[in-house]
């Protein structure tokens, strides 16, 4: 993340100007469709596992294909697409996704959905290093969290609503209509950018000054949450993945309130998201050890009460709930801790990182499914869930010394980094 330049958008209007509700929610509505086409196949796992032949782990591991692509090509098409137009590039994103979700729809072969997946995810790689810096160059610093909550209020939403309605089409027509309903939905949000989301101008790319710091010092405590980012998703993914399966087999509930159980897992997310935006806005390092802690302790309950449904499903809701808090709450730690002229770049690592978690995790589970059965998916998401709680401790300590330090430095030192 290292840069000897400045280059990234900045927003057309004044910052300090009305906040740009109809901006952010526009870009939420984006959020909401890229994220329900990235996860509709975790509840449609047996409707695609019959219909293409393959085992469900096959299935579940289109998500890993999907966010692997993401990962190996955020960074590098950020880089090569720095000095296009932030708007119309958002527009030509949705398009493509939209489309890999129409070939997805078609494609009568498992590989051929694999293909279509791959698009999917080049698309969604540069759509994720793009937006959160989008939303946040709308609005002045101290408004970033909560434009980031409205703007991945999307995500939570598509939790909420798109992955259940995308499972109940799937499970009432066919999985391929579902693929398809999100296509045409992509073209109409990226319509509803060309006209509703404000222009961004790109700054002019700036030589860096001699006297300026050849690193930018904040790469290391950027890369540092986007190692704990990594490392989270893949404990929840390895888990989430395969919710289905674990709700049905493990919980018992039937297959036809599968997509209930998910409604439910996404409206307490919303909640979190609420919490995000209001309680824990200026408090980010306590809502996230609130939120890990609560996460490794529900999914416990959750795992070792699945001969008793209620007890199971209210602690399933308290994981959505808890899960609704880290990822915006990550996002916004991020944000705050990278400079100015690295937050593309950082949001490109960051996305990279993420969707590292959400590969490994689906690719985690799969082995896990096949070798150990689903009931064991819950310990992986607990233990990593732990280690992550555990690097976010440690590294609040570390910057809470280190600026102890700073402030007892006497007067005069010199504070310059080299």
Request: glycine share 10%; net charge positive; hydrophobic share 55%.
């Amino acid at each position: 993340m290292t840069t000897s330049s400045v280059s990234h958008p900045r927003a057309a209007a004044p910052a300090a100007g009305p906040f740009p509700w109809v901006g952010l929610i526009a870009l939420a509505a984006t959020v909401f469709l890229s994220v329900s086409s990235e996860m509709i196949p975790t509840g449609l796992l047996p409707e695609m596992s019959r219909s293409l032949g393959v085992t469900p782990s096959q299935v579940g591991l289109l998500v890993t294909f999907f966010a692997f692509t993401v990962v190996v090509s955020s960074a590098p098409l950020t880089a090569a697409t720095v000095r296009l137009p932030r708007h119309a590039l958002m527009v030509g994103i949705l398009t493509v996704l939209g489309l890999s979700n129409l070939l997805t729809a078609i494609s009568p072969t498992y590989e051929l959905v694999v293909a279509s997946r791959i698009l999917g995810g080049l698309a969604h790689g540069l759509f994720w290093a793009l937006v959160p810096a989008y939303a946040a160059h709308l609005v002045p610093k101290e408004q970033i969290a909560r434009a980031v909550s409205i703007t991945l209020g999307g995500g939570t939403l598509a939790f909420v609503l798109g992955v259940p309605l995308g499972t109940v089409l799937g499970q009432s027509i066919g999985w391929r209509w579902a693929f398809a309903a999100i296509a045409i939905a992509l073209g109409l949000g990226a319509l509803a950018v060309l006209r509703w989301l404000p222009k961004v101008e790109r700054e002019p790319v700036v030589p860096r000054l001699d006297s300026e710091p050849r690193r930018d010092p904040t790469v290391l405590p950027v890369a540092a949450i986007c190692v704990t980012v990594a490392i989270v998703m893949i404990g929840h993914y390895a888990l989430y993945t395969f919710i289905a399966p674990f709700v049905t087999d493990s919980m018992g509930l039937a297959p036809e309130h599968l997509s209930a159980a998910l409604f439910i897992y996404g409206g307490a997310g919303a909640v979190g998201l609420v919490l995000t935006s209001t309680v824990f806005a200026k408090r980010t390092s306590l809502g996230l050890i609130t939120a890990l802690g609560t996460t490794a302790i529900a999914v416990t309950v959750m795992a070792l009460s699945t001969s008793t449904l209620w007890l199971s499903g209210l602690a399933l809701l308290v994981w959505g709930l808890a899960f609704g808090l880290i990822a915006p709450l990550l996002q916004t730690r991020m944000l705050h801790t990278a400079s100015p002229r690295i937050r593309d770049t950082a949001s490109a690592f960051y996305t990279t990182a993420f969707n590292a978690g959400i590969g490994g995790g689906a690719l985690v589970g799969a082995v896990l499914l096949d070798w150990k059965g689903v009931g064991f998916l819950p310990v992986a998401n607990v233990a990593l869930t732990l280690l992550g709680l555990v690097i976010i401790v440690l590294t609040i300590q570390l910057t809470r010394r280190r600026s102890r330090q700073r402030d007892e430095r006497p007067v005069g030192e010199s504070s310059s980094v080299g």
